[in-house]
């Protein structure tokens, strides 16, 4: 699975949207992008994922670059309840593995 | 929704006791997997199996084994408890990646000390 490179943390204001990047140079044709989450001590909870196009579902949008070496995950407006750890990942349709690094620490501020 | 069950919440051990970890599924996922995140870190992988009766080895097998009788059943044993292996064990479990990219769905946790 290619490397991933987030930022470690980031802050925004509730209502605001969040933007968060995710860089990964070395991705692959075969290989998708998908974003998790992690809130406190609770199990890692799948958010969205693509492969070119940019994807939008009740949770997220995601907009992958047309090179597809970076993306950047939004929530439209983020709430307290946002967050959490998320982690950026890539992985190929046929790996059995999720490939976890350490995420970017999302704080939502009043 | 259950989703995915892992027993216990929580355990505390001694050095060289053994023990089970229980993750249950009830979304007829053919995959399963276990990981551990120890502080500050990202998950890492224990070892899974795509299917009842096969085990596979993942980044961190030593010291773990694992069993599969049931497709919603998936078991982490260990054998010799160390306290290297203080951490919080998730459960996780999926459709078989050839059916398309499908999420891991993840249970809540267990968290493991050993002293």
């Known amino acids: 699975d290619a490397k991933t490179t987030q930022p470690p943390s980031m802050d925004c204001a509730e209502g605001r949207a969040a933007n968060l990047p995710c860089n990964h140079s070395?991705?692959?044709?075969?290989?998708?992008v998908y974003w998790y989450r992690q809130i406190h001590s609770q199990g890692p909870q799948y958010i969205i994922h693509?492969?070119?196009n940019n994807e939008t579902n009740e949770m997220a949008s995601l907009i992958i670059t047309e090179d597809r070496k970076s993306s950047t995950l939004i929530l439209p407006h983020a709430t307290l309840r946002d967050t959490a750890v998320y982690y950026c990942i890539a992985r190929s349709g046929t790996a059995s593995k999720l490939t976890f690094g350490t995420g970017t620490r999302l704080q939502v501020t009043l | 929704n259950a989703g995915v069950t892992q027993t216990p919440k929580f355990r505390v051990l001694k050095t060289g006791q053994s023990m089970t970890l229980l993750c249950a599924q009830d979304?007829?996922?053919?995959?399963m997997y276990w990981y551990r995140q120890d502080p500050g870190m990202g998950l890492r992988l224990i070892h899974y199996s795509v299917g009842e009766g096969t085990t596979a080895k993942g980044e961190v097998p030593d010291g773990y084994n694992v069993s599969r009788l049931k497709k919603q059943n998936f078991l982490l044993g260990l054998e010799s408890a160390a306290p290297s292996q203080t951490s919080v064990y998730f459960c996780?479990?999926?459709?078989?990646?050839?059916?398309?990219?499908?999420?891991?769905?993840f249970g809540d946790g267990t968290r493991l000390s050993i002293l």
């Open positions: 979304m007829n996922h053919e995959y």
């Open positions: 996780a479990s999926s459709y078989p990646p050839r059916r398309g990219n499908q999420p891991q769905h």
């Open positions: 693509g492969l070119k």
């Open positions: 070395t991705i692959s044709g075969n290989e998708y």
